[in-house]
């Protein structure tokens, strides 16, 4: 008794060809580092009208700055932004108001004009520790935005010796906020990307090629067995 090879069904080419797609677009992985700062208070200086004149009010409230570090490779003291996928900072500016800032920043949708909206940010990993985490840094993301004839900037920044937030809506507020000698901590996740639309549309055009080449076509078993 022998076994022979006939030509596979097409299907089941492009099977294997979609099983290796798939299979390389879910290999890579990502890692995110995530910063959590110590409470730190903020005060906000706002130019109000009363009456016939002018007042100053401010409020004093905490804020706590948390990062997170987006990246494909672990993060070492030659790791510079632009080889980082994405740096965001959380925090309070405003009282009751938590605040993200995201470096690449995205473009506001349906904007009123005249609109401009620029994002920076900064990157330095001086040091690790025995567990791959940073142990001296400073990273600082920030934002301008004007929009409706105002501008608006917020800045928020972390490091080794202090936590900052720091920003004003002109012409009218201002708030700033510090501590210094306390920094948080660090921990890191590893997470499997999510494929991209490209790849999802290859997915779906791959199962609809499939569903309609077994539909109308004949399957041929990919071996004989041949009797002497």
């Known amino acids: 008794m022998h076994w022979k090879l006939n030509r596979l069904h097409p299907a089941i080419y492009f099977s294997v060809v979609m099983s ?3 299979s390389s677009g879910m290999a890579r992985a ?5 910063y959590t ?3 730190f208070n903020v005060t906000s200086s706002t130019i109000m009208p009363e009456g016939d004149d002018w ?3 401010e409020k004093t409230f905490q804020s706590t700055i ?5 990246t494909s490779s672990l993060l070492s003291p030659d790791t510079q932004l ?9 925090g309070t500016p405003y009282e009751g108001s938590v605040f993200t800032l995201e470096y690449p920043g995205a473009p506001i949708p349906d904007p009123f004009p005249p609109y401009d909206l620029r994002v920076g940010a900064y990157l330095d990993i001086i040091s690790m520790d025995a567990a791959g985490l940073p142990s001296a840094w400073d990273i600082s993301v920030d934002q301008y935005l004007f929009i409706g004839g105002r501008a608006h900037y917020v800045q928020m920044l972390t490091s080794t010796i202090s936590d900052n937030i720091n920003g004003y809506d002109e012409p009218f507020s201002g708030f700033s906020g510090s501590n210094q000698d306390s920094p948080g901590s660090w921990q890191v996740t590893w997470i499997s990307s999510v494929p991209e639309n490209q790849t999802n549309g290859m997915i779906f055009v791959g199962l609809a090629i499939i569903s309609l080449v077994v539909r109308n076509s004949n399957f041929k078993r990919p071996f004989t067995r041949l009797t002497i």
């Open 20 to 22: 290796l797609v798939l």
């Open 30 to 34: 990502d890692y995110i580092y995530s």
């Open 37 to 39: 700062g110590q409470p």
């Open 55 to 57: 007042i100053t009010v």
């Open 66 to 70: 948390t990062a997170a570090i987006r």
């Open 82 to 90: 632009a080889d980082i996928i994405s740096v965001t900072m959380t």
